[in-house]
């Protein structure tokens, strides 16, 4: 595994972990190409296009259960515990780190909104130009991040606002 490596594609986070399992299981252990695995993630999840499997195809490999190589992708044969999740989300998940130190600086639960105002600036200035309206999306960013963060349990959502997981 790289540990330098980055990765900004974030799913929509699901109900639980077992989606994430079942996107890893679409893909196969022998190398193939990149738009066969995303078109297995697809069929596999009941996705609306290939381009929302590409998505999932490469956030698995942020979380180095899927890798790849020059013939292709593959995923992993390690049983990966929800610590090594946590981890690889917070080191290899674009925003990821911000978004989970706004929410354990903060002295109370913080709402979206909130969160965002707070990772708002660690907004790189490409990233701004690229989008016309930058702001509403990586608010959905935020958004999609602090569900994840929920679903490895990093954070607890009450009500809509977040507060660190109290283990």
């Known amino acids: 595994m790289s540990g330098d490596a980055r ?3 974030v799913p929509p986070a699901p109900e639980s972990l077992d989606r994430l399992h079942e996107a890893r299981a679409a893909v196969p252990l022998v190398p193939s190409g990149s738009e066969d695995c995303c078109a297995r993630v697809a069929r596999a999840l009941g996705l609306a296009d290939r381009g929302t499997g590409e998505t999932w195809l490469v956030f698995l490999r942020a979380l180095s259960l899927v890798e790849a190589g ?3 992708y593959h995923r992993t044969r390690e049983d990966v515990e929800i610590a090594a999740l946590r981890a690889r989300f917070r ?3 674009v925003g990821a780190d911000d978004v989970l130190s706004a929410v354990e600086d903060a002295d109370e ?5 909130r969160i965002f ?3 708002s600036e660690t907004v790189p200035a490409w990233e701004r130009r690229r989008h016309d309206d930058w702001e509403a999306v990586w608010r959905d960013r935020t958004g999609r991040l602090l569900g994840w963060a ?3 349990e990093l954070l607890e959502e009450t009500d809509g606002r977040y507060c660190p997981e109290r283990n």
Not at 109 to 113: E, M, S
């Open 7 to 9: 990765f900004k594609p």
């Open 109 to 113: 639960p913080l709402g979206v909104d």
């Open 117 to 119: 105002e707070r990772v």
């Open 70 to 72: 020059d013939r292709g």
């Open 150 to 152: 929920t679903l490895f």
């Open 91 to 93: 080191e290899r998940v």
